[in-house]
């Protein structure tokens, strides 16, 4: 993840990479911790980053097509993910993810 024109990823050490490059950094200090919230917005221009309710200002453009969100953890790790009924309140804007339906 990151390493290719088809990923974006935080990274363990507050690093933002895409396409094998350091795009953007968490703000010094800010690294995620276990039971912090890590939020996302974007609106088909940026990709933000909030931890725990406040935005980290490390916004990633350019972003092109279909947007998948992945996450991922190592040695066992419990990751939870809410896409609606939020903890922190969503910024101004945004809302839960919409689920789309196909029928055939």
């Given at each position: 993840?990151?390493?290719d024109?088809?990923?974006?990823?935080?990274?363990?050490?507050?690093?933002?990479?895409?396409?094998?490059?350091?795009?953007?950094?968490?703000?010094?200090?800010?690294?995620?911790?276990?039971g912090?919230?890590?939020?996302?917005t974007?609106?088909?221009?940026?990709?933000?980053?909030?931890?725990?309710?406040?935005?980290?200002?490390?916004?990633?453009?350019?972003?092109r097509?279909t947007?998948?969100?992945?996450v991922?953890?190592?040695?066992?790790?419990?990751?939870?993910?809410?896409?609606?009924?939020?903890?922190?309140?969503?910024?101004?804007?945004?809302e839960?993810?919409?689920f789309?339906?196909?029928?055939?």
């Amino acid at each position: 993840m990151g390493r290719d024109t088809n990923s974006l990823v935080l990274r363990h050490d507050g690093s933002v990479y895409h396409n094998n490059e350091e795009k953007n950094r968490l703000p010094a200090n800010s690294l995620p911790q276990e039971g912090d919230i890590v939020g996302i917005t974007y609106d088909h221009v940026e990709l933000n980053l909030y931890l725990n309710g406040k935005n980290m200002h490390c916004p990633a453009s350019g972003i092109r097509g279909t947007v998948y969100p992945v996450v991922y953890v190592d040695d066992s790790a419990i990751l939870d993910c809410q896409f609606s009924d939020f903890y922190h309140t969503a910024p101004h804007g945004f809302e839960k993810i919409l689920f789309e339906q196909q029928i055939f």
